[in-house]
């Protein structure tokens, strides 16, 4: 693809994700790539500018991430973020050093000149910071465009050579004129033209599959999830009936979800597509008996799932292309792009491709990050009640029932998470939480129903804020809303008792529960 593009060099910084969907917001492309990436293949990507991001190490030191000289004189437009800025001035000849007052947090950034990284935005501004050390002395040639008061270097640049750094972080939230900084760089510094639009992006993909899969057969895990929906409605606009999706219900899944699937995927939705809805549920039941440890939970399902899809395929027989859902977050964790360790291997389907006969993966949302999926999936018109689905764990409501897993307690908690749902809804608040659902917990207690003594269940609610599903807090949810919610379980659902709120934040708890 011939398209415009912004590298991102990663030297492990934590916001690197963060920085390239930033760049991704101004519609220009965006790539990660880790500093051991060799400088030719840099140059032969063309890219119309780099950005270099933080990290956790100290330029000076011995053995530190850093990168040549020769990739400030290529001539490619430059922006140093934090690290990023350190080992530019280092390099050039700068000085930089542990500071004597470490920065974190929110700090006032005074802008000294004219700079076209501070076009329209304030003297004075708010930034976010996190840095042990600084520029003491930015490298011949810089002039310094920001200060802070304990850091005479927070901003720099050499309009000659291009080259541009920032002390802070533009890219998180937190810095509040940070995303103009960062459209004035793409666009004021690197003349980038914005081409990077999700109505074009879903036609050259189309195009492309259909090119690609010509005749062949192609075969699709459909979970109901978002990222596998708009994946298969992708292939499904490209390739018709040429397509077959497969969608496992294994009895973990929320109150009617199954039934939302077959009406958007089956023969009476809108798709010309092969819908096979395989009702795996007392198979997962069965396998599922007994068993109380979350991570032997975790891997039954997993397996079981595998097995269950296997048969279906070879019912089905050899086909040419497998899609996965990929997304561009799985590719980085996986290690592929950028520096970041290896968090969890990309196989969103856990495995599955060892398992299939076929020829090739598909993965055509493998370059985006989530928002762009779900504009993706707006473009393709796929209903918004499935494109802003909430995350929702592969193992499904069996690592949200706590200890063993049974039919009767698939049920409780499937219908006090409708009823959760429906509250939040109503209260306008669905779209504003991150995640929200609700767990059954193991704890049975004592309570008192229509005068008489019961001994039932616990349901625990859990809403969480996050950015990036890293770290989250706990969402200060309105009281009418939880105390309607409570008083709705109770009365509706059979063998629960009391409900409790989760205030736990992200770390120390986990946003699920196992
Ligand atoms: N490790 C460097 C410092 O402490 C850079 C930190 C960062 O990039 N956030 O200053």
Known sequence: MNQEKILV????????????????ECNVYCEIYSYKTDLNQIKAMKPKGIILTGGPDSCYEEG?????????????????????????????????????????????????????????????TICWMSHNDYIEKEAPGFKIIAHTRNCPVAGAESVEKQLYAFQFHPEVLHTQEGRKMLHNFVYGVCGCAGTWKMDAFVETSIQAIREKVGDGKVLCALSGGVDSSVAAVMLAKAVGD???????????????????????????????????????????????????????????????????????????????????????????????????????????????????????????????FKDEV???????????????????????????????VTPEKVVMVQEADAIYREEIAKAGLDRGIGQYFA?????????????????????????????????????????????KTANRIVNEVTHVNRVLYDCTGKPPGTIEFE
Not at 273 to 285: D, G, M
Not at 375 to 401: A, S, T
Request: proline share 5%; net charge negative.
């Open 9 to 24: 060099i990663d030297f492990g910084g934590q916001y690197n994700q963060l920085v390239a969907r930033r760049v991704r």
């Open 64 to 124: 530190a991430a850093s990168c040549s000289r020769e990739l400030f004189e290529s001539g490619i437009p430059i922006l140093g973020l934090c690290y990023g800025a350190q080992v530019m001035m280092h390099v050039l000849g700068g000085h930089v050093c542990e500071a004597p007052v470490r920065e974190y947090g929110k700090i006032e950034v005074t802008v000294d000149r004219s700079s076209v990284l501070f076009d329209d935005v304030s003297e004075k």
């Open 242 to 368: 040429q397509l077959t999706c497969v969608f496992v219900d294994h009895g973990l899944l929320r109150k009617n979800e199954g039934d939302e699937v077959e009406a958007v995927f089956g023969p009476n939705g809108p798709y010309k597509l092969h819908f096979i809805r395989v009702n795996a549920q007392q198979r997962f039941y069965d396998k599922l008996k007994g068993v109380t440890d979350p991570e032997r939970k975790r891997k039954i399902i997993g397996e079981e799932f595998i097995r269950v899809f296997e048969e279906e395929a070879k019912k089905i027989g050899t086909v040419d292309f497998l899609v996965q859902g990929t997304i561009y977050p799985d590719v980085v964790e996986s290690g592929l792009g950028g520096e970041s360790a290896v968090i969890k291997s990309h196989h969103n389907v856990g495995g599955l491709p060892d398992y299939v006969d076929f020829k090739e993966i598909i993965e055509p949302l493998r370059d985006l």
């Open 374 to 404: 779900r504009k993706v999936g707006l473009e393709l018109g796929i209903p918004e009640n499935l494109v802003y689905r909430q995350p929702f764990p592969g193992p499904g409501l069996g690592i949200r029932i706590i200890g063993e």
């Open 439 to 483: 767990a059954l917990t193991n704890m049975r207690s004592v309570g008192v129903m229509g005068d008489g003594r019961t001994y039932d269940y616990a349901i625990a609610l859990r809403a969480v804020n996050t950015i990036d599903f890293m770290t989250a807090e706990a969402a200060e949810l309105p009281w009418e809303v939880l105390s």
